[in-house]
């Protein structure tokens, strides 16, 4: 049996000189323009054609007339190119999914402003990218100096090159990255991710939901009402619109760091995790809770989980989230509420028990049966704990 390998992307910061920074954002500029013309292509073929939209396969064949009618774009890997015409057809695959889907708002594709499209893709790894120590070699643009803070590990398939308000990074993505399996704890646990505790552990172990958006607004209001003093098109904006970005920047990063440490100390904890396979998309239709669900970042955390948990050699296993909050953990009882009750109290057993540690254990049960092992046996109570 061979080794497992997970893939994993490594993130780099760059550090392009003056005429390299300038090199990098005309590349840019260009893929978005082809971009929104790829995309204006599709819509005026498909309302002429009556039915018949440009492909993938026939706009990747237009790329070298393409580059005779327009020069300035032969300055440009043919790869990268390649790669703005393939974002085109998969935000139509994505339209159309949503639309056989029955969505009322599937989303045409949108044109992308200056402010909206922020990264180009090398497709193949050696193609037009390599990195050579602490040198990132990009094809028709030069030799980057970077902050290898970490080796590359597995074989590099892909590098995006993004544009972030503090700079410019290098994202490669790397396959057959061996696991490195953390020793087995023999424990698992069920996890009830909210609003009041950002997550909740079956043995009733709170995590804060340390609130980073919500605590930021007054730094973020201020910034933006700095923005809407300003002149448009005045340098004053400018620089108005950029401390605005690196304020909104701070509190993204400051959430992804505390989803990192979170989902390290679960991995390194338990040998199985189990979780709701919530709809976030969904829920955040809700407006009164759409600001505090996003501040919370449950679906980004998942994904955080899922990947170190795949590293670490552990599991993560989603289950169906229903009832997981009104059913009784000690004896299975239904037992409605509305969010506003924080306890869980059972007429049936007599359980009086947290209301996110009930779910907890709901979700720990429904994982352990999806996985055909021994959950609580059918019609056991839990002790009530002593008042």
């Known amino acids: 049996m061979g080794q497992q390998s997970v893939r994993k992307t490594y993130q780099y910061r760059l550090m392009p000189t003056p005429e390299q920074e300038r090199a990098l954002e005309t590349v840019l500029w260009r893929c978005r323009t082809l971009y929104n013309v790829a995309l204006e292509q599709r819509t005026t073929w498909w309302g002429r054609g009556q039915g018949n939209s440009a492909t993938y396969s026939q706009q990747k064949a237009e790329l070298p007339d393409l580059k005779v009618a327009h020069p300035e774009y032969a300055e440009i890997n043919a790869q990268v190119l390649q790669d703005v015409v393939l974002r085109v057809d998969r935000a139509f695959q994505a339209f159309f999914r949503r639309v056989k889907a029955g969505e009322k708002q ?3 594709p949108r044109y992308q402003g200056r402010d909206r499209y922020h990264s180009f893709t090398y497709p193949q790894y050696g193609g037009g990218a390599v990195l ?3 040198i990132l070699s ?4 030069g030799r980057i100096p970077l902050r290898l803070h970490r080796p590359l590990a ?3 398939k892909t590098v995006t090159i993004s544009r972030e308000t503090d700079g410019w990074y290098a994202c490669i993505s790397c396959e057959a990255v061996p696991v490195q399996p953390l020793p087995p704890t023999g424990q698992e646990t069920g996890i009830d991710v909210g609003l009041v505790h950002f997550l909740t552990r079956a043995d ?3 995590v804060p939901n340390p609130r980073h958006l919500r605590t930021a607004e007054r730094a973020l209001k201020k910034a933006q009402r700095r923005v809407s003093r300003r002149k448009k098109g005045s340098n004053r904006r400018k620089k108005a619109v950029k401390l605005l ?3 909104h920047q701070k509190v993204r990063r400051q959430r992804q760091d505390f989803h990192h440490k979170e989902a390290l100390a679960l991995v390194r904890a338990y040998d199985t995790i189990y979780l709701e396979d919530l709809r976030v998309a969904n829920m955040v239709r809700n407006h009164h809770l759409a600001k505090s669900i996003s501040d919370a970042g449950w679906a980004a955390f998942r994904t955080i989980l899922e990947g170190k948990a795949a590293y670490a050699g552990r599991q993560v296993i989603a289950v169906p989230p229903h009832h997981t909050s009104q059913d009784c953990s000690g004896c299975g009882a239904r037992v409605r509420k509305s969010l506003s009750v924080r306890t869980h ?4 057993c007599g359980l009086v028990i947290d209301r996110d540690e ?3 254990l709901n979700i720990q049960w429904a994982g352990q049966a999806l996985r055909g092992l021994a959950g609580p046996p059918a019609g056991m109570k839990r002790e009530a704990p002593s008042l």
Do not use: F, R, W
């Open 154 to 156: 597995g074989t590099p």
């Open 132 to 134: 050579d120590g602490g």
């Open 245 to 247: 970005a690196k304020q």
């Open 204 to 206: 009733g172990e709170h």
């Open 345 to 348: 109290v059972c007429p049936s």
């Open 106 to 108: 599937p989303g045409y």
């Open 358 to 360: 009930n779910a907890a």
């Open 138 to 141: 990009l094809s028709k643009i």
